[in-house]
């Protein structure tokens, strides 16, 4: 999901992008994708990422190792819509690549963590110039804010070491019912 809005921004250049200096993505690996299916509003998200209006993920399991993410939101620059298929690939980990105008591709990598009715991603885009960029989220299925999930998500980070590791939280009222 997040990777979708990943893409949808890098497409759109709805935000800035802060990449952090020499290196690689480090390989987060997903523990279980074991109710990941459904629909799930953005909470929380990085800082660099409050000009979303509205932000829902509709993830549905498409074999035994994929998934196709359709990201769905509003940004103050308009609507947007997009389709990630990701894969599992040796290792737990999941992997999805952005193309972009020009015949340019992006690699990246996509971790999940479900605790009760949240949904934690933590994607990762090796820019191929000794560059990568992360981004964090937070999900709710029903569109409820918890205190102690951040504390809980923002200690995991602390603990698995991924460069970004702030929330904002990000109100998700503006979005459709549907």
Not at 20 to 49: D, H, Q
Not at 56 to 75: P, R, V
Request: charged share 20%; aromatic share 14%; hydrophobic share 35%.
């Amino acid at each position: 999901m997040i990777l979708l809005i990943i893409a949808a921004i890098l497409t759109f250049s709805v935000i800035r992008i802060q990449t952090f200096p020499v290196g690689t993505c480090p390989s987060y690996v997903t523990e279980s994708v074991k109710g990941l299916e459904g629909r799930w509003y953005a909470i929380y998200k990085n800082a660099n990422l409050v000009n979303w209006t509205c932000n829902y993920i509709d993830i549905m399991k498409l074999g035994n190792e994929s998934f196709l993410i359709t990201s769905n939101g509003d940004t103050t620059n308009g609507a947007y819509q997009a389709n990630l298929p990701v894969n599992k690939e040796a290792g737990e980990k999941n992997s999805y690549i952005i193309y972009r105008p020009g015949g340019k591709s992006v690699y990246a990598t996509l971790m999940f963590k479900i605790e009760d009715e949240f949904l934690f991603t933590l994607s990762c885009e090796n820019l191929k110039d000794g560059k990568y960029y992360e981004d964090v989220s937070i999900h709710s299925r029903k569109r409820q804010f918890s205190d102690d999930i951040v504390k809980k998500f923002t200690d995991y980070l602390k603990k698995i070491g991924p460069q970004v590791w702030h929330f904002a939280e990000f109100s998700p009222e503006k979005c459709s019912t549907e």
